[in-house]
């Protein structure tokens, strides 16, 4: 995609799933890609597969981030302005998933996921902007259905990703007159490490994804291409009338009932 060529973008949670297969399509797309993650070691067979969709050495930047903190992501901000001289967009991936309703759901464990679901958008978002403004560019987010469709054993996540939502609504309608542009994907379930690293139990998962089949009618779960596309298309010049959007890739889940 013409539209994406030499943009500098930052991905968070680079490392897997969702943030990794978007970083390969944007090496596709030959912009220039800076990885962010906890995990150092899956960043740079990351980066190294990035190089092999035509990526340089010069394109790529590797940066060991934990979100939660505001020092990592203020280095994660200068080093890519020291490198690059601009930042063009913004994707916002990394997340984090539990079990638990609201009474099961302690406070400690409210804050962690907050923490990491909104607040590192939150500070991160708040850093790129005045760098965002001189290029005109855009962030995307990378929320969920959770934030539109209650699920009661993950209320955490949903909790969280709907303060997300409404974040980009804000945010979008903040920043148009500077012509930058915010809007989020909402997948449904996606085949990433997600569901076990939030505690899902192996049978659970595997009935789970047997329901899905009528849930997510188009075809059960999805795949971390389907919504890597998605946060393409949303980044991309071709997009370039769209803010405040909330993208639902989720096999028409939001549509109807039971979600």
Request: glycine share 8%; aromatic share 6%.
């Amino acid at each position: 995609m013409a539209s994406l060529q030499d943009k500098v973008t930052i991905i968070t949670g680079a490392s897997s799933g969702i943030g990794e297969t978007t970083a390969l399509l944007f090496a596709e797309s030959k912009a220039k890609v800076v990885l962010a993650a906890r995990n150092v070691e899956n960043l740079e067979k990351v980066a190294s597969l990035c190089k092999t969709k035509g990526l340089s050495d010069s394109d790529v930047l590797v940066i060991q981030c934990d979100v939660t903190s505001e020092d990592n992501l203020k280095t994660l901000v200068d080093e890519t302005v020291k490198k690059f001289g601009r930042i063009d967009v913004l994707i916002n991936n990394a997340g984090k998933g539990t079990l638990g309703n609201v009474m099961a759901t302690p406070e400690a464990t409210l804050d962690d996921i907050m923490n990491v679901n909104f607040k590192s958008i939150y500070n991160l978002s708040r850093l790129c902007v005045p760098h965002l403004t001189k290029t005109q560019g855009s962030i995307v987010n990378v929320s969920s259905i959770a934030g539109q469709r209650a699920g009661p054993n993950l209320s955490a996540y949903c909790i969280s990703k709907a303060a997300l939502d409404m974040f980009t609504r804000l945010l979008a309608l903040e920043l148009a007159p500077q012509k930058v542009r915010v809007n989020s994907v909402n997948p449904g379930f996606i085949l990433t490490p997600f569901a076990k690293n939030a505690g899902w139990p192996s049978d659970m998962a595997t009935d789970y994804l047997e329901r899905l089949k009528v849930l997510q009618p188009l075809g059960g779960a999805g795949k971390p291409e389907d919504v890597a596309k998605a946060i393409r298309f949303l980044a991309s010049d071709e997009a370039s009338f769209t803010t405040g959007h909330l993208l639902f890739v989720d096999s028409g889940r939001h549509c109807g009932l039971p979600v």
